[in-house]
């Protein structure tokens, strides 16, 4: 089972800056994808950016232009730089592993603790 502990997160002001970090258990290059979701208070968690093991990366549209994932494979660590933060951007914020089937990932790691990202005006 793929274990991963997400870092990164904080307070920061609409309009400011924050890269998340997300340390995986195994060889990154062996999973198909990995992705970034997030889940705000009453809401369902969703995926946000995805990158393949060949480096092809996928936005939602509320990020598109604004957020950036990353890998490193000699860390096992993905990143996601997030620049133009909204009020909309506050949520809980995890990494997981992922599997394609037709045009859908789907996670299949363990879901770590996710790190907290407030926006505040």
């Known amino acids: 089972q793929v274990q991963l502990v997400e870092s990164g997160g904080g307070l920061v002001q609409a309009g400011g800056s924050l890269r998340l970090s997300c340390a995986a258990s195994i060889n990154i290059f062996s999973i198909n994808a990995m992705g970034w979701y997030r889940q705000a208070p009453g809401k369902q968690r969703e995926l946000v950016a995805t990158i393949t093991s060949g480096g092809t990366t996928n936005y939602a549209d509320s990020v598109k232009g604004r957020f950036t994932i990353s890998m490193d494979g000699a860390r096992n660590t993905v990143y996601l730089q997030m620049n133009s933060l909204r009020l909309e951007d506050t949520a809980v914020y995890y990494c997981?592993?992922?599997?394609?089937?037709?045009?859908?990932?789907?996670?299949?790691?363990?879901w770590g603790q996710g790190t907290q990202v407030t926006v505040s005006s």
């Open positions: 997981n592993a992922l599997r394609q089937y037709s045009d859908t990932y789907y996670p299949f790691g363990s």
